[in-house]
């Protein structure tokens, strides 16, 4: 079993940064595979980055606003946040598949692949 902890959420007007945490432990060893989605109510979960087999991905929104980061001696990882917009506002949550240490080829960007899930941190972003 993984357990997954997101935070870093919070209040923070247009233009603002974050950064958010994923703290994963339980059957975590080493570089793990991982993804960060992010949900606003009615609407389904949206991919927004992955840090997947030694390479990282991001959704166009996020690209060149947000980074991908982590510490693998805290099992932890972030996601840097810049020049945030009201439409950034969502509920973040990181994910990792059912393999967190696999090296096959799977669709980073696609939410079932992720078996485990953080309860998640809110971002607002006012305007």
């Known amino acids: 079993q993984v357990q997954l902890v997101e935070s870093g959420g919070g209040l923070v007007q247009a233009g603002g940064s974050l950064r958010l945490s994923c703290v994963a432990s339980?059957?975590?060893?080493?570089?793990?595979?991982m993804a960060w989605f992010r949900q606003v109510p009615g609407k389904a979960r949206e991919f927004v980055a992955a840090?997947?087999?030694?390479?990282?991905y991001y959704a166009d929104s996020a690209k060149g606003r947000f980074a991908v980061s982590r510490d693998n001696t805290k099992r932890t990882v972030y996601l840097q946040m810049v020049s945030l917009k009201p439409e950034d506002t969502a509920v973040y949550y990181c994910g990792v598949p059912t393999d967190p240490s696999g090296t096959s080829y799977y669709p980073v960007s696609v939410e079932k692949e992720y078996r485990y899930w953080g309860q998640g941190t809110q971002v607002t972003v006012s305007s």
């Open positions: 339980g059957r975590i060893f080493g570089r793990f595979n």
């Open positions: 840090d997947s087999r030694g390479d990282t």
